[in-house]
């Protein structure tokens, strides 16, 4: 090894032979001139063994030597040969106590050879080596260690970013399944108040048309079907967020919505706020109802108004984005795919957790009385899973909001609104009403406005309260001109029932009538011809005029 062996001899030429002596079997030896030397070559190399003559202790203040020893570490225990002085050996007992300070001592007693010095010096150089190859196997067993904690840590976090993500999953899923219970609940309230408002509307326009126009209860009648029609838009909300409204999709440039837009907006929110509007370039098209994102884009900057009543900064963004599982799976309840993305930002109050929480609720506000209905952030999250995209928020107090409504992407081109073009009202002339009509229809006081207000026009209508007494009645040789059905029927839908009349009596004309528009899987523009599909609560006027289209062979 090429370590030395650190030799203290100052008296005569004991350090020179010494050297000499060591020199013959390879040993490399380093002469210190005094015990300071002797501390700092400790200090700063590595060395094999200490070699030091009683006498250069004698009278030697040995705490810095003692020191430097006690300070090796762990795996060392440095080698001390001492040349014993001539004398007395219980002359110095009081000696040896001080020796064994130096730890791992070997006295050597005069006379001395040459070869009992190499002997020992080479089995301190022996032992030594063991203690540098015990350092090298601490070292490997230290950096071992180290690895294999890293390997833990890295694991540790590995698996806490897992549960974190598996937890934020869970919360994701957790919530979605809230709100579509939530949506089925108020789904279903929403279709069954959409029939009792279809009688009270219905009976109301009977009524109003029964009444002469200088009739004082008209003004009445006129104020209870204004509070029938707001009624009837609340209802119009729900079914939104319950995903169960009917929507007229096309293929929409998000860009120029947002930019024929912008100066309503500017004018909803105020001057004290500021608009900005920031438009990709080559932004894909989307799928989706036009007025329904007008309706969504302006809900959004009235309550982002709302959030700042000192003023602050609006921002409407437009950019193309793709969702990867793991970012879906981050999203929420999403698909991967290519989103067109509207996101509306603001410098606004931002939302605590508690209250983005709930911010999707319906019904959910924290506005005054009076001041907001819930239904706004309701009406987007339903429309945006209705058309098979995703609404997102997040928020933190003081520092605003972002709502992101993520779009599908659509590679068509413009599309003709799908919607039902609205009729100029025939003239009504009961006399010319002749036609049969079969009404199918399971809520009896619904059934029954329809038959009156049919017959009122002249018709000659048969009823049926369920498919099986329909089906009856079509399988008879009575002559019918019109099935009018409602789509939720129970035990059948209404698109089977029309396809079991259609089956029986050909070219059948066929009207619709629904309070779910998706139930039973029916688009404007796949309706097919001869036939119509109305929502309910249907005016007892329009369900006249449509009627009597569709009797005269106008299904556009």
């Known amino acids: 090894m090429d370590a030395p062996i650190l030799v203290l001899a100052p008296h005569g030429r004991d350090a020179e032979v010494i050297r000499l002596v060591l020199d013959e079997v390879g040993m490399t030896t380093r002469l210190c001139a005094d015990?300071?030397?002797?501390?700092?070559?400790?200090?700063?190399?590595?060395?094999?063994?200490?070699?030091?003559?009683?006498?250069?202790?004698?009278?030697?203040?040995?705490?810095?030597?003692?020191?430097?020893?006690?300070?090796?570490?762990p795996w060392?225990?440095?080698?001390?040969?001492?040349?014993?002085?001539?004398?007395?050996?219980?002359?110095?007992?009081?000696?040896?106590?001080?020796?064994?300070?130096?730890?791992?001592?070997?006295?050597?007693d005069p006379p001395l050879h040459a070869e009992a010095l190499q002997s020992a010096a080479q089995s301190a150089a022996r032992t030594r080596l063991r203690q540098y190859r015990m350092r090298t196997l601490l070292a490997d067993i230290e950096r071992a260690n180290d690895e294999l904690e890293g390997r833990v840590a890295e694991r540790t976090r590995s698996l806490q970013t897992e549960m974190r993500e598996r937890r934020k999953a869970e919360e994701a899923l957790q919530q979605a399944q809230k709100m579509e219970?939530?949506?089925?609940?108020?789904?279903?309230?929403?279709?069954?108040?959409?029939?009792?408002?279809?009688?009270?509307?219905?009976?109301?326009?009977?009524l109003r048309g029964a009444l002469s126009a200088d009739e004082p209860l008209l003004r009445h009648v006129a104020m209870s079907i204004t509070a029938g029609d707001r009624a009837a838009a609340l209802t119009r909300h729900l079914l939104a967020f319950a995903r169960r409204?009917?929507?007229?999709?096309?293929?929409?440039?998000?860009?120029?919505?947002?930019?024929a837009m912008s100066g309503l907006i500017q004018q909803s929110v105020g001057e004290s706020i500021r608009v900005e509007t920031v438009l990709a370039d080559g932004l894909w098209r989307t799928w989706a109802d036009a007025n329904q994102v007008e309706s969504a884009l302006l809900n959004l900057a009235i309550n982002a108004r709302d959030a700042m009543p000192d003023g602050g900064l609006l921002r409407v963004e437009t950019s193309n984005t793709v969702l990867d599982e793991t970012i879906s799976d981050a999203q929420g309840d999403i698909l991967p795919g290519r989103y067109v993305l509207l996101r509306i930002t603001d410098t606004g109050s931002g939302m605590p957790p508690d209250v983005l929480e709930r911010a999707f609720e319906p019904f959910f506000t924290?506005?005054?009385?009076?001041?907001?209905?819930?239904?706004?952030?309701?009406?987007?999250?339903?429309?945006?899973?209705?058309s098979g995209g995703h609404a997102a928020i997040r928020s933190q107090p003081?520092?605003?909001?972002?709502?992101?409504?993520y779009l599908p992407q659509h590679d068509g081109v413009d599309g003709a609104d799908s919607s039902v073009p609205a009729v100029d009202a025939p003239s009504q002339d009961p006399s010319r009403n002749d036609e049969t009509i079969l009404v199918v229809e399971d809520e009896a006081l619904v059934l029954m406005l329809w038959v009156e207000a049919l017959e009122g026009q002249g018709?000659?209508?048969?009823?049926?309260?369920?498919?099986?007494?329909a089906i009856r009645i079509l399988e008879s040789d009575t002559a019918i001109d019109l099935l009018i059905t409602d789509v939720g029927l129970p035990g059948m839908t209404g698109r089977d029932l029309a396809d079991v009349a259609r089956g029986l009596r050909p070219g059948l004309r066929v009207l619709f009538v629904t309070g779910y528009a998706h139930y039973a899987a029916l688009e404007a523009d796949s309706l097919g011809a001869g036939t119509r599909m109305l929502s309910k609560p249907v005016g007892v006027d329009t369900l006249q005029i449509t009627v009597r289209c569709l009797l005269d062979g106008d299904s556009a």
């Open 245 to 259: 409204q009917p929507l007229t999709p096309r293929s929409l440039d998000l860009n120029a919505l947002a930019t």
């Open 459 to 469: 018709y000659h209508v048969l009823q049926a309260a369920e498919p099986e007494a």
């Open 76 to 108: 060392s225990d440095l080698p001390v040969l001492v040349l014993t002085a001539r004398g007395n050996r219980s002359a110095s007992k009081a000696r040896w106590a001080q020796f064994q300070r130096l730890g791992n001592v070997t006295l050597l």
């Open 366 to 386: 924290t506005k005054p009385i009076g001041q907001g209905t819930g239904l706004g952030l309701s009406q987007l999250y339903g429309f945006a899973r209705q």
């Open 181 to 206: 219970a939530v949506g089925q609940l108020t789904g279903g309230i929403a279709h069954d108040f959409n029939n009792l408002l279809q009688v009270m509307l219905g009976n109301l326009h009977l």
């Open 398 to 405: 003081g520092q605003g909001t972002i709502v992101s409504l």
């Open 35 to 73: 015990l300071p030397a002797l501390c700092d070559g400790l200090t700063r190399d590595d060395v094999t063994a200490l070699i030091l003559s009683e006498g250069a202790l004698l009278g030697a203040a040995m705490e810095p030597l003692v020191a430097c020893l006690e300070a090796q570490p």
